[in-house]
């Protein structure tokens, strides 16, 4: 998942034309949300609970996977954690939990590569709805 570039105008209707069944609000998310989103599907949570105040084991390793993610795709330490209203450490001490944890939890690696897959499968889908829209509108 890259960064979005900025958002092109799409022809009214075009959706129709091509016949996808396509959620606009997918399109109009913002990079960190989609990956929030592709966590949360994975992970089985809903995206709100990541934003409470709360220390249960499951929803950190999750809020964590979330940032571990953000710094992969290059946000900054403080783009990710602001995001959850956390100061900027806790993005990189996120990044060093993830990364142990992979190398000895073999579900939060399982997961990981789950969380991967479903980002390559949301930026094809865009990748292709994108040219569709390209396509009608030349």
Same mark, same amino acid.
Not at 33 to 42: M, P, T, W
Not at 64 to 71: E, I, N, W
């Given at each position: 998942?890259?960064?979005?570039? #900025?958002?092109?105008?799409? #022809? ?18 913002? #990079? ?14 809903? #995206? ?9 084991r499951y ?14 795709h290059r ?5 990710? +954690?602001?995001?959850? +209203? ?7 001490? +996120? ?35 994108l040219s ?7």
């Open positions: 998942l890259q960064r979005v570039q #900025p958002r092109r105008l799409r #022809p009214v209707g075009a959706d129709n034309l091509l016949g996808l069944n396509v959620n606009h609000n997918y399109f109009d998310m913002k #990079p960190i949300e989609l990956l929030e989103k592709a966590v949360c599907e994975v992970r089985g949570i809903n #995206p709100l609970e990541l934003h409470q105040k709360t220390r249960k929803i950190c390793e999750t809020r964590q996977m979330v940032m571990y993610f953000a710094l992969l946000f900054t330490h403080a783009e990710s +954690s602001d995001f959850f +209203s956390l100061d900027h450490s806790t993005a990189n001490h +996120s990044r060093k939990v993830i990364n142990n944890l992979i190398e000895t939890d073999r579900t939060i690696r399982i997961q990981v590569d789950r969380v991967w897959k479903v980002l390559q499968e949301q930026e094809s889908k865009q990748m292709i709805y569709q829209i390209d396509k009608i509108a030349s």
